[in-house]
């Protein structure tokens, strides 16, 4: 996949944390799928778009996990697979979103 630097809609870093995330979830669908690379490539600039358009938009809640799960949902499931698939696809991708980094910590 391409690499995505900086997006000026993703300003909010717990938002961005869960977008970038959920992005890593959607590639291993894509893995999973068999899916070409061109397809996870032509993903990622709809992202770019996606983000600048809600940015534009002046939304008050920033882009996150979720709109990236509906995102891939809407684009890149096909129109005739079963909605379990749908919805198994959003809940991998924002259960993995949502995961929080776990920090190990000695005790002195």
């Known amino acids: 996949m391409e690499t995505i630097e ?3 809609g993703l300003s909010d870093p717990l938002a961005a944390y869960e977008a970038g995330r959920a992005l890593r979830m959607i590639d291993y669908i894509f893995d999973e799928q068999g899916s070409p690379v061109s397809a996870a490539g032509a993903f990622v600039p709809q992202i770019a ?3 600048l358009y809600f940015a534009l938009r002046g939304e008050r809640q920033p882009f996150g996990a979720a709109d990236m799960a509906l995102m891939f949902a809407e684009t890149c499931t096909p129109a005739d697979a079963p909605r379990e ?3 198994q696809n959003e809940t991998a991708i924002l259960k993995y979103a949502r995961q929080r980094p776990t920090i190990a910590t000695r005790v002195r």
């Open 6 to 8: 900086e997006l000026p």
């Open 49 to 51: 778009d996606a983000v």
């Open 85 to 87: 698939m749908r919805e």
